[in-house]
């Protein structure tokens, strides 16, 4: 963070021809939403916005917070180009860029988990490069712009929230024991079963079974856990829930197999 306050530091403010600003969407920048561009348009007060926030690189104006204020007060101009305020940063790589872009706040738009995680790991930080790499090594991806798939986890905040909390290795583990009982299947990476199995094998790693588990949950449909948890509603906070039923498909009848409840 001391870093990135050095950074806000060092800008001036100048007017730029929205014709010269461009925004680099192949590499952290999200999507631009044009629903979102209308609704800032519909409400927009030039009295009160923010400016956009520009680097000056390599002979060009690159928005890195603005994306969608940029194209508003364009469409409130006809759609023609005119003159923007901005900060307009200097000495800045592309990978600063980055990491402002993730730790911007204000009343902008949301940086929503994926694109942020995605921007730091542009950017080198190296907890959400660690982050990547854990997850690939159990031969799954992240989806940054939150969509599920085959093999592909859309729920990255929650992901990201167990991986800090149980750590590369057991995060890792978890991840291969859905993987290996699911098939990768798009519903069994949701952020139910991510906590559940992540959070049960936290508190069982010396106890349980890894093919046990595996071979238990197979049995059951990738939205058991889901399901099962949200018909328990609140009699126990989440992620509790989650790790009860994980614990419960364990268990199963047996009593030879049979974990202790810890929480």
Known sequence: MNGTKRLEKSYEV??????????????????????????????????????????????????????????ARKLLNGGRDLPILCKVYTGLTEQDEAVLFAEQTGISAKVYPGSKIRALVFGGDPDAIAFVEATESAGLHLSFNQSRGLKHIGCVAAAYGEFMSAGADLYTEALRVIAAAWDGHKY??????????????????????????ISRCRRYDPMHIYRRAKAAGDSLPAPQRY????????????????????F
């Open 14 to 71: 100048m007017f730029i021809s929205s014709s010269d600003l461009s925004v680099t969407r192949d590499t952290y920048q999200r999507e631009l939403n044009s629903r979102r561009v209308r609704e800032i348009a519909e409400s927009f007060d030039e009295r009160v916005a923010n400016e956009p926030k520009v680097s000056a690189r390599d002979g060009r104006f690159y928005v890195f917070d603005g994306q969608h204020t940029m194209p």
């Open 188 to 213: 069994s990476l949701r952020a139910e079963t991510i906590q559940g199995v992540t959070e049960f094998i936290k508190l069982y790693h010396d106890e349980y079974n890894p093919k046990r588990l």
């Open 243 to 262: 790790i009860f039923e994980v614990w419960n498909i364990y268990n199963g009848t047996s009593r030879a197999n049979t974990l202790p409840l810890k």
